[in-house]
């Protein structure tokens, strides 16, 4: 099962920043934070991870609070687009090469 | 050009025959993916394969059957298909084992199965 937690879903006007919660308490030292999302009738796109640190690209801001027990995804200016689910993933402890995917929270970008 | 592409992509069928989807990279990665999604919108592992060596068999019926002819290709080969077998499958790719590279995965557009 996924050990994370995400609101089922969230509205975000357009042009403003969508900021994605995520609750990881369990959490271990060597484990890392994904994100993906999945536009509708499409496969689930990658869009950042980190594992301490704050992360930035070109799609996302990922900002993960210092005991690393929640992270929050940021959008900074959402466009209709962005309209998807959001996927916040640990990896798992016990060393599996898998990324499990929970519920995600349903992002709609509003004009 | 699409870097993970899986055909077919719609699939309609009758319960009892057998179906395969195909699943392509171009990317050179050397692990591929194959991931169902069903109706409730879960999306779950099924299989994992590095370099053709499979490396992740999940709880998955014996009626499925991945087969791996090289690194770059991961098809998907269902026995007697029932009912319970309609969702959409992804096939994925990464450039290396997960705990290797913290790498991202790519993903194919999905193929979808209907099993009537």
């Known amino acids: 099962d996924a050990k994370t937690t995400q609101p089922t879903s969230m509205d975000c006007a357009e042009g403003r920043a969508a900021n994605l919660p995520c609750n990881h308490s369990?959490?271990?030292?060597?484990?890392?934070v994904y994100w993906y999302r999945q536009i509708h009738s499409q496969g689930p796109q990658y869009i950042i991870h980190?594992?301490?640190n704050n992360e930035t690209n070109e799609m996302a801001s990922l900002i993960i609070t210092e005991d690393r027990k929640s992270s929050t995804l940021i959008l900074p200016h959402a466009t209709l687009r962005d309209t998807a689910v959001y996927y916040c993933?640990?990896?798992?402890?016990?060393?599996?090469?898998?990324?499990?995917f929970g519920k995600g929270t349903k992002l709609t970008v509003n004009p | 050009d699409t870097a993970v592409s899986q055909t077919p992509k719609y699939l309609v069928t009758q319960m009892g025959n057998d179906k395969s989807i195909k699943c392509e990279q171009n990317?050179?990665?050397?692990?591929m993916y194959w991931y169902k999604q069903d109706s409730k919108k879960f999306l779950k592992i099924m299989f994992s394969?590095?370099?053709?060596?499979?490396?992740i068999n999940e709880t998955v019926p014996n009626r499925f059957s991945p087969k791996s002819p090289d690194k770059a290709h991961l098809n998907l080969h269902i026995n007697s298909l029932e009912l319970g077998d309609s969702a959409v499958y992804f096939c994925?790719?990464?450039?290396?084992?997960?705990?290797?590279?913290?790498?991202?995965?790519?993903f194919g557009e999905g193929s979808r199965l209907t099993v009537l």
């Open positions: 994925a790719s990464s450039q290396a084992l997960l705990a290797v590279l913290t790498g991202e995965l790519f």
């Open positions: 369990t959490i271990s030292g060597n484990e890392y």
């Open positions: 980190g594992l301490k």
């Open positions: 993933i640990v990896r798992q402890k016990d060393g599996s090469e898998k990324l499990v």
């Open positions: 990317l050179g990665h050397d692990t």
């Open positions: 394969y590095n370099n053709k060596e499979l490396i």
